[in-house]
């Protein structure tokens, strides 16, 4: 018999079907698309606040260029790597913030992307949180996709999903959700990998910010948002679909 909290246990088995489920119906995602660890750290900075599309295109443009090295963007100049990466949106603010890792990157590992995976995965992330522009989605992006370190990533996807299953509540933060994650299953960079992938996936398809959770693979699991008011999010009972809403 469990241990856990009735709560927890509900967390646990929630996170546990949510896996099997995903991996079922979309397989593994191959996830995160880069050639190279480096390529992959550039990929994590230049795709906040826009789309994978846009930054691909950036990246097109460094690698036609033949600047997509630790060496070639720490002797570029930031004006020309702002116009490069102009096609993934806040081209200026990133290009700061590349050369920020790029600086720090040369500063305390000689450019070596090999002695900074050496590092301690807990001293990594304290460091990478450091370097102005990188924030823990990006750190651990950083960490668990280049590095293959076992830190979760927590997205945009990953906190709808679980407030739409009553599993966190609107404010919960970054930490509260990653918490959850490793807690309840085995530190191994793979599966984190592969359960962060399913994630976006089924933020992509399904769990959008109009949910689709009539064809949703989860939407059998409790607590799914077709038991909730599209307007204010209330649980709603499994004998009525409506409720007068304060907000209608």
């Known amino acids: 018999?469990?241990?856990?909290?009735?709560?927890?246990?509900?967390?646990?088995?929630?996170?546990?079907?949510?896996?099997?489920?995903?991996?079922?119906?979309?397989?593994?995602?191959?996830?995160?698309?880069?050639?190279?660890?480096?390529?992959?750290?550039?990929?994590?900075?230049?795709?906040?606040?826009?789309?994978?599309?846009?930054?691909?295109?950036?990246?097109?443009?460094?690698?036609?260029?033949?600047?997509?090295?630790?060496?070639?963007l720490h002797q570029i100049s930031q004006s020309k790597l702002a116009a490069l990466i102009k096609p993934a949106g806040y081209f200026n603010v990133k290009a700061k913030r590349l050369k920020n890792f790029i600086d720090y990157l040369f500063a305390e590992y000689d450019g070596s992307l090999a002695k900074m995976k050496r590092e301690k995965l807990s001293t990594l992330r304290l460091k990478l949180l450091t370097i102005n522009g990188i924030g823990p989605e990006t750190a651990d992006s950083i960490l668990l996709y280049a590095f293959a370190k076992p830190t979760f990533v927590v997205d945009a996807y990953t906190k709808r999903l679980l407030y739409r299953h009553n599993i966190i509540e609107h404010d919960a933060t970054y930490h509260d959700v990653k918490d959850l994650f490793e807690t309840f299953f085995k530190h191994d960079s793979k599966f984190f990998n592969e359960y962060h992938a399913l994630i976006v996936r089924l933020g992509k398809d399904y769990c959008k910010t109009k949910a689709l959770c009539q064809l949703c693979p989860l939407n059998d699991l409790e607590y799914s948002l077709i038991r909730k008011c599209p307007d204010c999010h209330r649980a709603l009972t499994h004998s009525s679909l409506s409720h007068s809403c304060a907000k209608k």
């Open 1 to 72: 018999m469990s241990k856990l909290p009735k709560k927890k246990q509900r967390v646990n088995s929630f996170l546990q079907s949510a896996y099997q489920k995903l991996f079922k119906h979309f397989g593994p995602q191959h996830w995160w698309p880069g050639e190279t660890p480096f390529e992959i750290i550039v990929g994590a900075i230049l795709t906040q606040n826009t789309n994978w599309g846009n930054v691909e295109k950036a990246i097109r443009n460094l690698k036609h260029e033949k600047v997509l090295t630790p060496q070639a």
